[in-house]
Every structure is written in structure tokens, then in C-alpha cells.
């Protein structure tokens, strides 16, 4: 456990002058009322999309506004950062817009539609290093490069210019906004954007409640807020990799915990499912970071009826491959697509009576693996159920039973499920 100290409060004068300083160089993303959510709770809901950002997250606002600050000398000697995504492209572009020299450190498993985004950013002022297998080993190399070399380390979130950069998120949305605000919910990864913009709204606008909102699989800023100190997590579900931290900056803790007033977790599931819901309904291209605000709405459907929202799309950096696990994620979450190891006898006719007799009008099988084995009663058979409602489950588990069929079902056995499915 780590006690934290820190003395730093940002101002919003200091937020206000980052904002001029970044006036020519980032979006200023429009604050767009959806109607696909306002009328399924009842309330104005209204979308910041920084999705729409110049490199396609809010990040660009940190990192530009921090490196634009360094003198003539500490520029020369060159900056460092280590990311696997958004940080990385937005300080990749401020150094191409600054002229500033900078090393990136990515891990090497990083996909490479995101290295080439870093590339594309950068320019020739950019070098790549493909080091580790994690994001912490990435960092290490980069702190040890930032010893050898004298570079200057961007980092991500807690450092006082980037949290001021993150901050201008929260004046624009003020600026745009026609009506008081009763609830601000933003997406809490190292708690940067949400320590910057939280400060804009306890001067500017203090009756609004802010929430923050992390990926149950990473609660680092819920942690340390109940625990009353900055905690690291042992381990965390990377999925929601734009908000996936073990553990928040010393500064960002500080400042949250006195302006959020509130600070939930959603499940990835759930976020995989508002990431389908944006795309299907509004043509909305989100990554997970970025639909973490929009997925805790559902945990304040009552609060929130009748009243003006606002929630902070933070980024739409996502990886077209991963749609697979997006979709099978949000089917897995809603009760939609079950998996069962079946011991068939081997013997003829003992799948024809499974789709006959278990299988209801509503049960789709999507995934199927079986091998025939020698000198045994009975043979595995890994098969996937999809399902059209969630009410469709329980009549299937009780045609399973009611037949005596040898079943086990995978869903609830994360050790089998993740290695097999």
C-alpha cells in the first residue's frame, strides 16, 4: 500500500490558459443531444464527443498542452512516453505539430493498425520501440531510456499540465451546454480527464453531481477512494484497455476524491453491449474507454429521469478485429449464448434426439467441436447455444435435465471457459 501526498489542486485559471494554448491545435468536439438514449431513460442526454478529437480521443489536450510548456532546452533533449494506444498517438501528433523529438515505447503484442496510427502522427520526429509483453514493461524501458538519455517522461496522467489539458474537456461542455447540468459522467482510467474536468465543474458548476465511471474488471479509483488510500491492483481485465489501470496517479487520487461524488464500476459485458447499441443505432464508432459513461446510465435510470446529462464519449481508437469479442461479449453478458461440454454416447442417433428433443424453437447452435473417441461409451462435444431472449435459457436447462442429458454447462467455469472457448 502506498500513502499518497501531494499539494497540487489545479486552478481553473490555469485550465482556462491551457485552453487558449490549445485553441489552434485540437477540436472543439461538439456536445450533441441523443436521442436514442433520452428517450429510453426519460431524460436529455447529451453526448461530448471527443471520439470526433483530432486523433480520435481527448488525450491530444494533455499531451500537447504539456509538451508545448517545456523550454526551449528540456524540448531539445526530447520527450519519452510509453502507450499502447491513445497517449501514445497524441503525443505523437504534438510532437510532429511542436517539431519535438519523441520515443515511444509500445509493447511488442501491440496491434500494428495502432503502431502505424503512432507512425502516421508522428512522422519523421517519432521513434517506435517495441519492448515487453505489457504496458509495464513498456513503461520500465521508458523511465530507464529517460535516465540514460536526459529525456523528459509525458506521462499520461498525473502531472499537473496534462491534467489542465483534460480539463478544457470540462470548459467546452459548460460553453455548449444551454441548460444547468444535473449529472456529469465521465470515464476514470488514471483519473486524468476526470480530475481536470471535475475542477471546471466544482467552480463553474457545483450543484452538478459528477460520476466516474471504470470497467468493473479495473476498479483502481473505486478501490483507493474506499480504501482512503492509492492502492495497486494486483491484477486487472485489460479489455477496456483505454481505462485498464492497476493504479491511478498520486495527484489524479487526490483530486477525485474530493470532487467526484460518486464512483461506479460497469461490467465489460455491459460496455460491449453499448459499443453495438451506439454503432447500430446512431452509426456511433466507439472503443470501450469511450462507452464507459454511457453504460453506467443504467445504474441511474431512476435518479436521472427528467433531468439534463451529460455523458463524455472519450475515444473512438478501436480495433475492427476485435468485433468478434465485442459481439460475443455483450451476448455472453446478456444472457444471450451459453456454452455446455455434452458426453453424447457414442452411438447413432444421440445428436438427432439433442436437436429434437433439447433444442427449442428459439436455441441456435453457432459452435460445435466433437471427436469421435475410440473404446468409450461416451464422446465430448463442445457446443455453443445462441439464444433470440434471455427468457429462453431456463425452459432449455430444464429439457436438459428432464432428458438426463450428461451436460456441463461453462459459462460459470471461468477456469474451462477462458481456456476453451
Known amino acids: 500500500m502506498k500513502k499518497v501526498h501531494t499539494d497540487y489542486i489545479p486552478q481553473l485559471a490555469q485550465i482556462e490558459q491551457a485552453a487558449k494554448e490549445l485553441k489552434s491545435v485540437v477540436t472543439h468536439t461538439p456536445l450533441m443531444l441523443n436521442l436514442t438514449y433520452s428517450e429510453k431513460y ?3 442526454i447529451f453526448f461530448k464527443r471527443e471520439d470526433l478529437q483530432v486523433v480520435r480521443s481527448y488525450k491530444i489536450r494533455g499531451a500537447f498542452n504539456k509538451i508545448s510548456g517545456l523550454s526551449l532546452e528540456k524540448n531539445k533533449r526530447g520527450v519519452v512516453c510509453a502507450s499502447a494506444g491513445n497517449h501514445a498517438q497524441g503525443v505523437a501528433y504534438s510532437c510532429q505539430l511542436l517539431k519535438v523529438k519523441a520515443t515511444i515505447f509500445m509493447p511488442s503484442p501491440t496491434p500494428r493498425q495502432k503502431v502505424e496510427q503512432v507512425r502516421f502522427f508522428g512522422k519523421e520526429f517519432v521513434e517506435i520501440v ?3 509483453d505489457t504496458f509495464d514493461d513498456a513503461q520500465l524501458e521508458a523511465l530507464s531510456y529517460c535516465k540514460e538519455t536526459d529525456g523528459i517522461f509525458i506521462h499520461p496522467f498525473d502531472d499537473e499540465k496534462v491534467i489542465e489539458g483534460q480539463g478544457t474537456v470540462g470548459l467546452e461542455i459548460l460553453q455548449d451546454s444551454e441548460a444547468a447540468i444535473d449529472y456529469l459522467f465521465l470515464p476514470v482510467g ?3 480527464l476526470a480530475s481536470g474536468v471535475s475542477t471546471v465543474f466544482k467552480v463553474l458548476s457545483p450543484k452538478t453531481k459528477i460520476i466516474g465511471v471504470e470497467p468493473a474488471g479495473a476498479p483502481a479509483m473505486q478501490n483507493s477512494i474506499d480504501q482512503g488510500q492509492n492502492l495497486k491492483l494486483s491484477k486487472i481485465d485489460k479489455f477496456v484497455d483505454g481505462a485498464a489501470v492497476q493504479q491511478i496517479g ?3 487520487f487526490e483530486i477525485c476524491r474530493n470532487n467526484l461524488d460518486e464512483v461506479v464500476t460497469v461490467p465489460e459485458g455491459l460496455v460491449c453491449t453499448t459499443m453495438l447499441e451506439l454503432y447500430n443505432r446512431d452509426a456511433i464508432v466507439v472503443e470501450p474507454a ?3 459513461a454511457v453504460s453506467a446510465l443504467v445504474q441511474f435510470a431512476e435518479e436521472i429521469k427528467g433531468k439534463h446529462v451529460v455523458c463524455v464519449l472519450s475515444g ?3 480495433d475492427i478485429s476485435r468485433t468478434e469479442e465485442i459481439r460475443e461479449r455483450s451476448l455472453l453478458y446478456e ?3 451459453h456454452y455446455f461440454i455434452v458426453r453424447f454416447p457414442q452411438r447413432a442417433g444421440a445428436l438427432k434426439e439433442f436437436l429434437v428433443d433439447v433444442l427449442g424453437p428459439n436455441d441456435d447452435i453457432v459452435h460445435f467441436e466433437y471427436t469421435k473417441k475410440t473404446a468409450r461409451e ?5 457446443i455453443g447455444i445462441e439464444h433470440r431472449t434471455r427468457e429462453d435459457f431456463a425452459p432449455l436447462i430444464k429439457r436438459i435435465t428432464d432428458k438426463n442429458i450428461n451436460a456441463e454447462y461453462l459459462n460459470e467455469r471461468p477456469d474451462l471457459f477462458g481456456f476453451i472457448i
Do not use: I
Open 42 to 44: 426519460g431524460a436529455k
Open 130 to 132: 517495441l519492448v515487453g
Open 190 to 192: 488514471g483519473g486524468g
Open 250 to 252: 498520486d495527484k489524479t
Open 290 to 292: 469511450g462507452a464507459l
Open 316 to 318: 473512438s481508437n478501436n
Open 335 to 337: 444472457g444471450l449464448k
Open 378 to 382: 461416451k464422446g465430448p462435444a463442445l
